[in-house]
C-alpha cells in the first residue's frame, strides 16, 4: 500500500480543489500534531499521572479531569505562535483566548473541545478531540465572542481525532471526508479511509436510554418504535450502542450507519440537551452531511442555526439520512 501522508494529502487536495490555503493546511496540522501529542498522554494513563480530577470546574459547572485541563494547554500552546490563528474558544474556557501580541495573527478562529467524553477518561475507554475552525472577519486581528457566533455551515474545516485501539484523525474542509490512522512508530498520520460515506440505511440507534422517562413525546414515539422491532410499525429489528464519548459514537456510525441522538428533555427547561453548539454538534453535524448523512436539532438543520451564545446547548440528532428525518419529521 502507498502511504500517503496528512501533508501529502493536504497539498495534494489544494492542488486539485483549490481548497486548503497555505494558512489552512499549517492550522490542521498543528491541530493533529497536538493531537498526537493529547493521544501520547491518554496512552500513558496512569503511568504519566494524568488521571483523576483536576480539582477545576469549568464554565458548564462540570469538573474538570486533568486530561482535559492538559489537553486544552495543549491545544492553546500548540497553535498560539504559528501565526495562523486571529483567536480560539473552547470548551474549558469560559471566554476566548486571543493570540499574544507577540506573536503574529491570522486569519482564522479555532473552537474546540480538548477532550470530549470526559466521564471515559479513568475507565479506559475511547476519548476524543473535536475541532471548528472558522474564518475571522476580513481584516480583524483582535476578534470578539460575538465572531465567533456564525452558523455552522461557515465552517471552512471540522474534524476530531478519536483516542481508541487506534488513534485516528477524521477530517473535512468541504470536500468530503477522510480518515488518517496515527502510526505511533512513526509518529505521522497516515491516510487509511478516502471519501468516506454513512450507510443511508441503518439498524442501529444510539441514546441515553437512561433519560426516557425525561423526553419529549417526539423522542419517545421514535425510540418505541425502534424498540418495537419486526413486528413494530417500522419491520425490523434494530440493535442499540451507547458509548457515552461523542467521538467515538460518531465514529462509529461513519463506519457502519446508525443515528446517534442526545435530545432536549424535560430535566431543565432552560437547557436544551447537553451538547454544545459550537465545539460538539457543528462540528460534527459538518463531517457527517459531508459523509452524506443528516444532522438536525429536530427540527432543521443544525448548521443553519444562527449561535447566540459561545457555550450554548443544541438538542442533536446526526447519522444516516432517513433515520434523522423520520425523527426530525416526527417533531413537525
Ligand atoms: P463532555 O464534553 O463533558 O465529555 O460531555 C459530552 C459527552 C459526549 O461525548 C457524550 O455523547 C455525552 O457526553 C454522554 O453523556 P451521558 O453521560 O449523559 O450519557
Ligand atoms: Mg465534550
Request: hydrophobic share 60%; glycine share 4%; net charge positive.
Given at each position: 500500500m502507498k502511504r500517503i501522508?496528512?501533508?501529502q494529502y493536504l497539498v495534494e487536495e489544494q492542488r486539485l480543489h483549490n481548497s486548503i490555503p497555505a494558512e489552512l493546511r499549517l492550522l490542521i496540522e498543528v491541530v493533529a500534531r497536538a493531537c498526537k501529542t493529547i493521544s501520547h498522554a491518554v496512552g500513558k494513563g496512569a503511568l504519566g499521572d494524568v488521571l483523576g480530577t483536576a480539582g477545576t470546574e469549568n464554565i458548564q459547572g462540570e469538573v474538570q479531569k486533568k486530561l482535559d485541563v492538559l489537553s486544552n494547554e495543549i491545544l492553546l500552546e500548540a497553535n498560539e505562535w504559528g501565526g495562523h490563528l486571529a483567536a480560539m474558544a473552547s470548551e474549558e474556557m469560559e471566554h476566548i483566548h486571543l493570540i499574544p501580541n507577540r506573536y503574529p495573527k491570522g486569519e482564522y478562529m479555532l473552537v474546540f473541545d480538548p477532550l470530549d467524553g470526559s466521564s471515559n477518561i479513568d475507565v479506559n475507554v475511547s476519548i476524543g478531540t473535536i475541532f471548528s475552525v472558522l474564518k475571522a472577519p476580513e481584516g480583524m486581528h483582535n476578534p470578539t465572542e460575538q465572531d465567533f457566533l456564525q452558523p455552522g455551515a461557515q465552517q471552512v474545516a471540522a474534524g476530531y481525532a478519536v483516542y481508541g485501539p487506534q488513534t485516528?484523525?477524521?477530517?473535512?474542509t468541504g470536500n468530503g471526508v477522510n480518515a488518517f490512522t496515527l502510526d505511533r512508530e512513526m509518529g505521522s498520520w497516515v491516510l487509511t479511509q478516502r471519501n468516506m460515506m454513512i450507510p443511508a440505511e441503518t439498524k442501529e440507534f444510539a441514546i441515553n436510554m437512561s433519560n426516557m422517562r425525561h423526553w419529549h413525546p417526539p423522542v419517545k414515539r421514535y425510540v418505541d418504535e425502534l424498540l418495537a422491532g419486526k413486528t413494530g410499525p417500522r419491520g425490523k429489528d434494530f440493535n442499540m450502542?451507547?458509548?457515552?464519548?461523542?467521538?467515538?459514537?460518531?465514529h462509529r456510525i461513519l463506519n457502519r450507519g446508525g443515528i446517534f441522538m442526545y435530545p432536549a428533555d424535560l430535566r431543565d427547561p432552560g437547557q436544551p440537551g447537553k451538547l454544545r453548539l459550537m465545539y460538539e454538534a457543528n462540528p460534527m453535524a459538518f463531517i457527517v452531511e459531508q459523509a452524506g448523512g443528516a444532522a438536525t436539532d429536530g427540527k432543521g438543520r443544525i448548521l443553519d442555526i444562527q449561535p447566540t451564545k459561545l457555550h450554548q446547548r443544541v438538542?442533536?440528532?446526526?447519522?444516516?439520512?432517513q433515520e434523522v428525518e423520520v425523527v426530525t419529521g416526527y417533531h413537525q
Open positions: 501522508s496528512l501533508t485516528m484523525l477524521v477530517l473535512t450502542r451507547w458509548i457515552a464519548s461523542m467521538v467515538a459514537d460518531v438538542p442533536v440528532f446526526l447519522g444516516s439520512r
